[in-house]
DNA sequence: GCCGTTTTCGGCCCGACTGTTTTCAGTCG
């Protein structure tokens, strides 16, 4: 069995659970945390290291790298068989109700018995916890009301697209309140992860209390949570928990940085702080004032009541500036060797959308599928600034949505018409579909009359990975396939993607000249961010498209770009940020000599 | 359990809110 790092990492993020609900001291479950952290973020397979090797890496120490080894050899974790027998199964189950954290799981069944959601309900209706210590009447009804919630469905994460509607709206009415200089939106949806668990919303005033207010009472909240001076927490009518922060505008950068986490990553720089004598919080990069009495020489009695030393908050570029590091575009703060790659210089240039030159993947109504006319989409993607757009409309083999030759011939009349006027190049192109031995649509010929050809899986998902692998292999190799689209199939939230052999797929990617598609569409973000790093790291080639079918989903890019970043993706990695020249350049070396070439 | 511009031991990020508390523990992010 070859274990990946993932499941590695879930073996540690396990111990480091069950130990939590052991009473284990607080730092040893977090170094836990961290090592699992440190696997799941690791470059390389776990499995080709020894254990020294994986000793090496930050997080990891010998304790750690010997039971991955254990792991990795016979499939089982001596210490966590010992831990599963040990802590009763559903207190896990118990600490995944909201409030209730491991000290109160372990009260309730040392004290009760409680040991599932289920066991707790019952002791709640027969008055059980009363009189327990630390548990009075409020905690009783929000315990209720918590199983409540989570006996209602979809308590979990939810794919971003679901959120960030409802998030930018809530910006917008907070934008216009008097007062209010600054608002933005943080936590996991700003570092463009693919689900979030809740929404976090930043608002900079020097007066808090009416933000406060102004998001309790929207329309668009069902309940509230928490109400405090500096902090709203609410449940949005679609079940989506958004929590609200408002600071003074002096503190907006330190603010943005803390809200927008992630957790690892905040916890890494303020130990960078502290090692630099400084305090990091929402407020600022601070000195602390007891610190400057010492450097003083002074008496802390006699220096009495002082402030301390703000050093940075008012940006985020300041914040990272004084820490010495470079600025950490949100979606690289995981703490995956960014904040040391930063500390050191040596942080990329990711892509940003202005790097972005054209779209490689849209549909038409030419396609069955297509919601936007051939001109149209043109029309929305010059405006967009786009040099090129190609249109890769269904090929025949989709029975449903696909076009045949004389459709496509069609078509390409019609490009052609388009084209004087349409002041961005529109590359004629289709979106073929591999078939399970990995053969393409028509034929050589017809193939290589197109301009640009993404060529994707679209049927019989349920193949053995070997097989699945190897149809992808084949399909690259055709001198006309210019891009896989949508390489793991994958749909947020719906399916989990066929099975493929990823570092098989960017090998024969770089082979053979083929770039993979970056989907941007939020529903696929396929390749994922890890996967796109992983790309990266093999040298492979990406684009970056829409998969349009509307005009409105040329607006997808951003989501794109946002992976492409989690992934460490720079300008240089992107098929779509290179001029028209470029891009031909490109799809002209992978024809074959004496095969026909596409000009600008 | 991990780690080092306080380096092989003694620390380990920081603050808001709630509830049950007379000063704080638990939970959350």
């Not at 254990?70 to 089982?76: C, I, P």
């Not at 029309?379 to 090129?388: E, P």
């Not at 190049?425 to 073929?432: F, N």
Request: hydrophobic residues 45%; aromatic residues 4%; charged residues 25%.
């Amino acid at each position: 069995m070859a274990w990946t790092n993932e499941d590695v990492a879930g073996q540690f993020a396990e111990i480091a659970t069950l130990l939590k609900l052991s009473g284990a001291d607080a730092f040893r479950v977090r170094a836990y945390e961290r090592s699992a952290g440190a696997i799941g973020a690791a470059p390389v397979d776990l499995a080709t290291l020894s254990t020294e090797e994986m000793a090496q890496l930050k997080g990891v120490g010998a304790s750690t790298a010997s039971k991955v080894a254990e792991y990795l050899t016979s499939g089982r974790i001596a210490m966590l068989e010992d831990l599963r027998a040990k802590v009763p199964a559903g207190l896990v189950e118990l600490t995944r109700i909201p409030g209730l954290g491991p000290k109160t799981a372990v009260m309730l069944h040392g004290e009760l018995g409680v040991d599932s959601v289920e066991a707790l309900r019952t002791a709640l209706d027969a008055g059980a916890l009363r009189g327990l210590k630390g548990l009075g009447a409020k905690t009783e009804t929000n315990l209720r009301a918590s199983l409540e919630r989570l006996g209602a469905k979809d308590t979990g994460r939810v794919p971003a697209a679901d959120a960030i509607a409802i998030a930018e709206e809530l910006c917008a009415r907070l934008a216009v309140l008097p007062g209010v200089t600054a608002v933005a939106y943080a936590g996991s949806l700003r570092r463009m992860r693919e689900t979030i668990g809740d929404v976090d919303l930043l608002a900079a005033s020097r007066d808090p209390a009416p933000v406060m207010a102004s998001l309790r009472e929207s329309d668009l909240v069902e309940r509230v949570l928490a109400a405090g001076e500096k902090k709203t927490s609410v449940v949005l009518r679609r079940g989506i928990q958004a929590d609200l922060r408002v600071v003074d505008p002096d503190s907006w950068g330190a603010a943005l940085v803390y809200f927008t986490g992630s957790k690892a990553h905040n916890i890494r720089i303020r130990e960078r702080a502290v090692r630099r004598g400084l305090l990091l919080n929402e407020y600022g990069l601070l000195r602390r004032a007891d610190d400057q009495a010492e450097a003083q020489g002074a008496d802390r009695d006699a220096a009495g009541e002082t402030e301390d030393d703000p050093v940075a908050g008012r940006t985020e570029a300041e914040v990272y500036a004084a820490l010495g590091m470079a600025f950490v575009p949100p979606p690289l703060r995981e703490d995956t060797g960014e904040v040391e790659a930063a500390a050191e210089g040596r942080l990329p240039r990711v892509v940003t959308l202005a790097d972005i030159r054209g779209d490689l993947h849209a549909h038409s109504d030419w396609s069955g599928d297509g919601k936007t006319s051939l001109a149209e989409l043109v029309a929305a993607a010059a405006a967009r600034g786009h040099r090129y757009l190609a249109v890769t409309d269904h090929a025949e083999d989709l029975t449903m949505n696909g076009i045949d030759r004389e459709g496509m011939r069609a078509r390409r009349r019609a490009i052609a018409e388009l084209a004087d006027g349409a002041g961005i190049r529109i590359l004629d192109g289709a979106e073929l579909n591999i078939g399970i031995d990995g053969s393409v649509d028509y034929d050589l010929d017809f193939l290589l009359e197109f301009d640009f050809c993404v060529a994707s899986v679209h049927t019989l998902f349920g193949r053995p990975e070997p097989e699945q692998t190897a149809r992808i292999l084949t399909a690259m190799r055709h001198p006309a396939v210019n891009v896989i689209g949508h390489p793991t199939g994958r749909k947020i939230g719906q399916r989990p993607g066929y099975e493929i052999d990823l570092d098989q797929l960017i090998e024969g990617a770089v082979a053979t000249g083929t770039a993979l598609e970056v989907n941007a569409s939020p529903r696929r973000l396929d390749l994922s961010g890890d996967a796109v790093r992983r790309a990266v790291d093999g040298g492979a080639l990406l684009t970056i498209s829409c998969d349009a079918h509307s005009v409105g989903d040329l607006a997808s890019m951003r989501y794109g770009v946002g992976t492409a970043q989690r992934g460490w993706a720079t300008a240089a990695h992107v098929l779509n940020c290179r001029d028209l020249d470029g891009l031909l350049d490109a799809v002209n070396a992978k024809r074959g000599p004496g095969m026909r070439r596409v000009r600008a």
